[in-house]
């Protein structure tokens, strides 16, 4: 059985850095040909897709957020990690990892991936 679980700091300071962890457990990053995203949803509002990173390495941001993250993976670790420079009171939010068999740019229907993390609570403030 296949689990996603995030993991991070719950409270952020406005400017600061923030990064999350998904950790992939009951099978290998390294055996098939997958993609990891990231999913928010801030509260009172519709999920909102982050981005993804491929088997290869290779990356695929939001265009509203791609000036200020990251997504790199581990897969000796089989973990995959989301990092957001700079965050706002506006970056609080639910955020969910995910991993998916295909290349789903903007997607943010939990049905289309193959599996998906419970979420962390992430709170901007000073």
């Known amino acids: 059985q296949v689990q996603l679980q995030e993991s991070g700091p719950g409270l952020v300071k406005p400017w600061q850095t923030l990064s999350l962890t998904c950790t992939v457990s009951g099978a290998s990053m390294s055996a098939g040909l997958y993609y990891w995203g990231w999913i928010r949803q801030p509260p009172g509002k519709d999920l909102e897709w982050m981005g993804v990173v491929s088997y290869s390495g290779s990356t695929y941001y939001s265009p509203s957020l791609k000036s200020r993250m990251s997504i790199f993976r581990d897969l000796p670790k089989n973990q995959f990690t989301l990092q957001l420079l700079s965050v706002a009171p506006e970056d609080t939010a639910l955020y969910y990892c995910?991993?998916?068999?295909?290349?789903?740019?903007?997607?943010?229907?939990?049905?289309?991936?193959?599996?998906w993390g419970q979420g962390t609570q992430v709170i901007v403030s000073s």
């Open positions: 995910a991993e998916a068999k295909r290349l789903m740019l903007g997607a943010t229907e939990k049905t289309l991936y193959d599996y």
